[in-house]
């Protein structure tokens, strides 16, 4: 893997090469500065070593405290004098010190000094605040080296490793004469010098001394931060291109300034030449009109005079229909009393024929018929008369309930109120009470056993009803409680539930049959609750957030794939989701409650004491949980098991390119390069478009 270096000399690289096989290290690190840039500590706090960092500059020590809160951070002086001490600051520079002569050097090249008063601590005192002896121990100050050590005194700790700043602030001439005695009578021996510091190794880590006979090489497989000297000219190249992209940028914008203002007076004249067309239209629109008026008029005349013809032509009609029909009456009776007459006609041969009947049974007979015949004209006047009143009663029976239906129908409760009704808990209004004392005051069936039986068993239709209509509205109460419940559903049982989430409502007739034809002919479900979603009265309903979740997928995915393929990849999404475990669901959890799902079910068992507190230690000391995710899936374990969850290569490949800074920056250069040239591409492609479409107006 390649090592990031940080420090602004590869002191970094150099103690990475001696201490690399250490595990979670310690070190001391005095006049450390900023916690990123040119820092020698930086690639070990990622490699999980941790130390004590001395840095009495106020701004940087602030700035350590806030990038490594789980170390400690000392601001002062370290020094063999009592404190306070004063101290020079040069802010936003590393060449800030306690010496007033270089304080003075500095401040005539051009640097503006702050000083300030800064608490003094000892070296000693420093040391005994680590844990052991520190792997390594590097000393930055500025010309007080000598200070420092001095300041070591009787303390038996010993660094391993000792990288102290050799040479006179900004130059290159040597110093550690004036203070090397302090280091070799403490059982140190020199073994490096890299140009602007001496490295020292302790006696009892002798065979350390091999690991620094070359400086920093390409065998060291290292890279180095967009922030060192050496990639100066790299990030001035970016920064010139960046500029240049912004200038791009400018002008692209003052062209789409130009193109808008061009558009604008196109339009101004393209209004201009309308509203005189219309003027023109208008002004022959209404000569026309005055000539269509008088033709209008004259057609109207004719078309009266047709409609009163065919009113005329359908009176006579109408009065032929009914003439024929009275005819076929009058036929049918005639016909009727001809084939009487037959009948008495032959009666009157067989009397004829009879000798023995006399002329007095013969006048006798047919006084019997007359009367029949009168009594029979008799009671059909008496039956017609009954029709007649009939008629009229059922005429204002009908009356009087079509004003009871029309009382009713404007009384018609609502839903609520129904139900309200079945549970005693309402009232009935006056129509219905009206319809009850009509209904009361009806003349009495003779047979009064009937009609109470038939009276039953409506009241019992009518509880039916009113239960089912209850029912239904418990039934329409019920939402879905989830995106995966509603699109289990189909046809008409996925509209209605659809309205009842969305909507807060049941469906109406033209909505339930127009969403109906849209399933039928291949929308998706997510297309329809999308359309749903849109309207005014869904946005006074609150929703499932899954359900919005969902909707915001599938307008993203739509830019790229289409409705069609997006509904149809969202739904896939969603089914695939309720069976498929995605490290997103270990993502609910924290602390031990997340090492134990690892466990349960990467493992398929508790996690034991010992990767328990491993596995929190990491967590606890800001290892994201995607990365102890990775861990604990890749593990010998995990894989004997074959478990696997979906978005684990998403993560590994996030954390890959998330540690690799040049190539994140390259990654992001990159795709501001991309949507510029498509900017610019679609600025041009408008530009054509406007000139063609000024020239068809020409």
């Known amino acids: 893997m390649t090592f990031i270096s940080y420090a602004q000399n590869f002191e970094d690289v150099l103690l990475w090469r001696?201490?690399?096989?250490?595990?979670?290290?310690?070190?001391?690190?005095?006049?450390?500065?900023d916690p990123v840039v040119d820092s020698v500590s930086m690639a070990f706090y990622e490699a999980g070593w941790r130390g004590i960092h001395v840095e009495p500059t106020p701004s940087y020590a602030s700035m350590l405290r806030e990038a490594r809160p789980d170390e400690l951070v000392i601001e002062a002086v370290v020094t063999d004098?009592?404190?306070?001490?004063?101290?020079?600051?040069?802010?936003?520079?590393?060449?800030?010190?306690?010496?007033?002569?270089?304080?003075?050097?500095?401040?005539?090249?051009?640097?503006?000094?702050?000083?300030?008063s800064a608490p003094a601590i000892r070296l000693d005192e420093v040391l005994e605040m680590a844990p052991s002896d520190p792997h390594w121990m590097k000393i930055d100050v500025e010309g007080m080296e000598g200070d420092v050590l001095r300041s070591w005194g009787q303390s038996k700790r010993r660094p391993w490793i000792l990288?102290?700043?050799?040479?006179?602030?900004?130059?290159?001439?040597?110093?550690?004469?004036?203070?090397?005695?302090?280091?070799?009578?403490?059982?140190?021996?020199?073994?490096?010098?890299?140009?602007?510091?001496?490295?020292?190794?302790?006696?009892r880590q002798r065979a350390l001394a091999a690991r620094f006979k070359t400086p920093a090489n390409v065998f060291d497989a290292f890279a180095v931060t967009r922030h060192?000297?050496?990639?100066?000219?790299?990030?001035?190249?970016?920064?010139?291109?960046?500029?240049?992209?912004?200038?791009?940028?400018?002008?692209?914008?003052?062209?789409?300034?130009?193109?808008?203002?061009?558009?604008?007076?196109?339009?101004?004249?393209?209004?201009?030449?309308?509203?005189?067309?219309?003027?023109?239209?208008?002004?022959?629109?209404?000569?026309?009109?005055?000539?269509?008026?008088?033709?209008?008029?004259?057609?109207?005349?004719?078309?009266?005079?047709?409609?009163?013809?065919?009113?005329?032509?359908?009176?006579?009609?109408?009065?032929?229909?009914d003439a024929e029909e009275q005819l076929a009456s009058v036929r049918a009776e005639l016909a009727r009393l001809q084939e009487r007459a037959k009948q008495l006609q032959m009666q009157l041969e067989r009397s004829d024929r009879a000798a023995s009947r006399s002329k007095t049974e013969f006048v006798q007979e047919l006084g019997r018929v007359r009367e029949k015949n009168d009594q029979f004209k008799a009671q059909w006047a008496d039956r017609r008369g009954r029709y007649e009143d009939e008629i009229r009663q059922l005429r204002s029976t009908s009356e009087k309930s079509e004003a009871l239906l029309r009382m009713l129908l404007a009384e018609r409760p609502s839903r609520w109120q129904q139900v309200g009704e079945v549970l005693g808990l309402a009232k009935r209004g006056p129509a219905w009470l009206e319809l009850v004392s009509w209904a009361v005051n009806q003349p009495v069936s003779q047979n009064i056993a009937a009609d109470d039986q038939q009276l039953t068993k409506k009241e019992e239709t009518i509880r039916a009803m009113q239960t089912n209509v209850v029912d239904e509205e418990l039934k329409f109460l019920r939402q879905a409680g989830s995106v995966e419940d509603l699109l289990a559903t189909n046809g008409p049982s996925f509209v209605r539930l659809a309205y009842a989430t969305i909507l807060g409502r049941r469906t109406d007739p033209e909505g339930e049959s127009y969403y109906l034809d849209r399933l039928n002919r291949g929308f998706t479900k997510i297309e329809l609750l999308d359309q749903l979603s849109k309207g005014d009265e869904a946005k006074l309903m609150p929703r499932l957030?899954?359900?919005?979740?969902?909707?915001?997928?599938?307008?993203?995915?739509?830019?790229?794939?289409?409705?069609?393929?997006?509904?149809?990849?969202?739904?896939?999404?969603?089914?695939?989701?309720?069976?498929?475990?995605?490290?997103?669901?270990?993502?609910?959890?924290?602390?031990?409650?997340?090492?134990?799902?690892?466990?349960?079910?990467?493992?398929?068992?508790?996690?034991?004491?010992?990767?328990?507190?491993?596995?929190?230690?990491?967590?606890?000391?800001?290892?994201?949980?995607?990365?102890?995710?990775?861990?604990?899936?890749?593990?010998?374990?995990?894989?004997?098991?074959?478990?696997?969850?979906?978005?684990?290569?998403?993560?590994?490949?996030?954390?890959?390119?998330?540690?690799?800074?040049?190539?994140?920056?390259?990654?992001?250069?990159?795709?501001?390069?991309l949507n510029l040239r498509n900017h610019l591409q679609d600025m041009r492609a408008r530009e054509n478009h406007l000139y063609r479409l000024s020239k068809n107006l020409h």
């Not at 149809?568 to 409650?593: G, K, L, N, P, S």
Request: net charge positive; with cysteine.
């Open 18 to 33: 001696a201490l690399g096989q250490v595990q979670r290290g310690h070190y001391i690190d005095i006049g450390a500065q």
């Open 81 to 116: 004098i009592p404190g306070p001490v004063p101290f020079f600051e040069f802010p936003g520079t590393g060449i800030s010190t306690g010496r007033a002569d270089i304080a003075t050097r500095h401040a005539k090249v051009g640097y503006e000094a702050r000083s300030i």
């Open 163 to 203: 990288v102290i700043e050799s040479t006179f602030p900004t130059t290159q001439e040597e110093t550690y004469k004036l203070w090397i005695q302090e280091v070799l009578a403490r059982g140190y021996r020199k073994v490096f010098f890299d140009g602007l510091s001496c490295y020292f190794v302790h006696q």
């Open 228 to 321: 060192h000297f050496s990639a100066a000219e790299i990030r001035a190249q970016l920064d010139a291109t960046k500029q240049r992209l912004d200038v791009e940028w400018a002008r692209a914008e003052g062209l789409q300034g130009t193109l808008n203002k061009a558009l604008s007076a196109r339009d101004k004249a393209r209004d201009e030449q309308r509203e005189t067309l219309q003027r023109m239209v208008l002004a022959e629109t209404e000569h026309r009109t005055s000539i269509e008026t008088l033709a209008g008029k004259q057609r109207i005349g004719e078309l009266e005079l047709r409609r009163e013809f065919r009113d005329l032509e359908e009176a006579l009609r109408k009065r032929a229909f």
């Open 545 to 673: 957030p899954e359900i919005d979740a969902a909707l915001r997928k599938f307008r993203l995915f739509r830019l790229v794939m289409g409705k069609r393929s997006a509904g149809a990849r969202v739904e896939q999404d969603i089914v695939r989701r309720v069976t498929e475990v995605h490290v997103d669901d270990f993502m609910r959890y924290h602390d031990e409650e997340f090492v134990a799902q690892l466990f349960a079910y990467y493992l398929g068992r508790a996690p034991d004491e010992e990767g328990l507190a491993h596995y929190l230690r990491r967590i606890r000391s800001g290892v994201s949980r995607q990365q102890v995710l990775l861990e604990v899936s890749r593990g010998v374990e995990a894989k004997r098991r074959g478990k696997h969850a979906a978005g684990e290569v998403v993560i590994a490949m996030a954390l890959f390119i998330d540690r690799i800074p040049v190539i994140r920056e390259l990654v992001t250069m990159i795709k501001f390069n």
